[in-house]
Structures are given as structure tokens and as C-alpha cells.
T-cell receptor, first 115, second 113 residues
Framework: KAGVTQTPRYLIKTRGQQVTLSCSPISGHRSVSWYQQTPGQGLQFLFEYFSETQRNKGNFPGRFSGRQFSNSRSEMNVSTLELGDSALYLC??????????????FGPGTRLTVT | GNSVTQMEGPVTLSEEAFLTINCTYTATGYPSLFWYVQYPGEGLQLLLKATKADDKGSNKGFEATYRKETTSFHLEKGSVQVSDSAVYFCALSSKTSYDKVIFGPGTSLSVIP
């Protein structure tokens, strides 16, 4: 079974631009979560989607948004990029997200650099 | 709210040394506990998990026991290898955190030959 895939793997953008990252979960997984990883802040939860609905949201500004499609693929968008948005963005999928042992499978991440 | 605390390191060990990475948590109810590992340039991989008190999770020679009385889930390995060099994250999930996984800050481990 194929793992979680994320595209692109690397991205360089300029301040003020916007960016869209894509995540394809493991086949059959319906929950997709997004995380931002930086050396200073560690792993921070952005949001989670389940059945095309945002179910959980972290403490990020409205510039960060996401969506999920009917095939469970998910995209996240960051508008008006800031230098501080430079990070590794990780996507994780799980079966439903409601089972008690909330076992997540992570993709390799998208490395975003904002200049 | 729920939280996870772990030693941040970096930890440097010689090959075949004994490894312990401490992890403690704060949570209401009965969370599930996890250890994830991140190798350089990769995403996180689930290493092991435990879903109730006194459960022992184990994988690839790593072990961790869910201790509710001390709210701990320390990671141990009897003999580390160079290939174990990575960042290790302790994490929890519970109904009271709306099923989100909450991660600790990560512990960087370097194993030298």
C-alpha cells in the first residue's frame, strides 16, 4: 500500500506570495492532519480534515487554510507569505481519527523557504 | 490542557550504549501514548504505542511502558546503533484533546561508532 505523498517536496517563494501544498493520504484513510515543523517551535498542529470538513484547528492565523476533497486528498494554502512561514510542512493521515489509538502516518513533508 | 514534556537533548551516545529518553505527560482521562521517530530528511514514523496503563509498546528493540502513576512513557533501548540516530518525539492523543495528537519538542539522538 502506498504511503502518504506530499507535493512538492521543496518550494521557494517570496514574501507576499501565496502557496498551495498537496497531500495524498494512504488509500482508505479519511482523516488528514497538517503540521508545521520549525527548529524554534517544534511540531505545531495546523488543522485536521475528515470527510471534507475541518474537524480540528490549531492556533494559526487565517492566512493558513486548507480543504479536503471527496477522494480524501487535501491541500493547504498560505496566503501573504511571511519569512516566519519558512518551515517543513507535514501531512499525516489516519483511518478515521476517532479510534482511541490515534495512529497517524506521516508524509515526507514539503520544505517551504520564504525569501 | 494536555501537554507532553521530554528531554530535549541533544543526546550523544556510543554504539551499544543504553538509551533512555524521558517523557512525561499531562492529560485528563486515559490518553494513548506514542513514540515517533524522524530520520534526517524524512517525515515522522510511528515507533511504538500504548493505549492503557501498564501496557508496554515495543518495536525494533525500543520499549516504553505506560505508567499512569508517574504519568510517564520513557523510551529505552538496550544497545543503540548508528542507524538509530534521529529525532524522537513523544506524543499523546485523547478524547479531551479532540483526538488531536499532541507532540513533545523532540529529542535529538546521535550515536557515534
Amino acid at each position: 500500500k502506498a504511503g502518504v505523498t506530499q507535493t512538492p517536496r521543496y518550494l521557494i517563494k517570496t514574501r507576499g506570495q501565496q502557496v498551495t501544498l498537496s497531500c495524498s493520504p494512504i488509500s482508505g484513510h479519511r482523516s488528514v492532519s497538517w503540521y508545521q515543523q520549525t527548529p524554534g517551535q517544534g511540531l505545531q498542529f495546523l488543522f485536521e480534515y475528515f470527510s471534507e470538513t475541518q474537524r480540528n484547528k490549531g492556533n494559526f492565523p487565517g492566512r493558513f487554510s486548507g480543504r479536503q476533497f471527496s477522494n480524501s486528498r487535501s491541500e493547504m494554502n498560505v496566503s501573504t507569505l511571511e519569512l516566519g512561514d519558512s518551515a517543513l510542512y507535514l501531512c499525516a493521515s489516519s483511518l478515521t481519527g476517532t479510534e482511541r489509538a490515534y495512529e497517524q502516518y506521516f508524509g515526507p513533508g514539503t520544505r517551504l523557504t520564504v525569501t | 490542557g494536555n501537554s507532553v514534556t521530554q528531554m530535549e537533548g541533544p543526546v550523544t551516545l556510543s554504539e551499544e550504549a543504553f538509551l533512555t529518553i524521558n517523557c512525561t505527560y499531562t492529560a485528563t482521562g486515559y490518553p494513548s501514548l506514542f513514540w515517533y521517530v524522524q530520520y534526517p530528511g524524512e517525515g515522522l514514523q510511528l515507533l511504538l504505542k500504548a493505549t492503557k496503563a501498564d501496557d508496554k509498546g515495543s518495536n525494533k528493540g525500543f520499549e516504553a511502558t505506560y505508567r499512569k502513576e508517574t504519568t510517564s512513557f520513557h523510551l529505552e533501548k538496550g544497545s543503540v546503533q548508528v542507524s538509530d540516530s534521529a529525532v524522537y518525539f513523544c506524543a499523546l492523543s485523547s478524547k479531551t484533546s479532540y483526538d488531536k495528537v499532541i507532540f513533545g519538542p523532540g529529542t535529538s539522538l546521535s550515536v557515534i561508532p
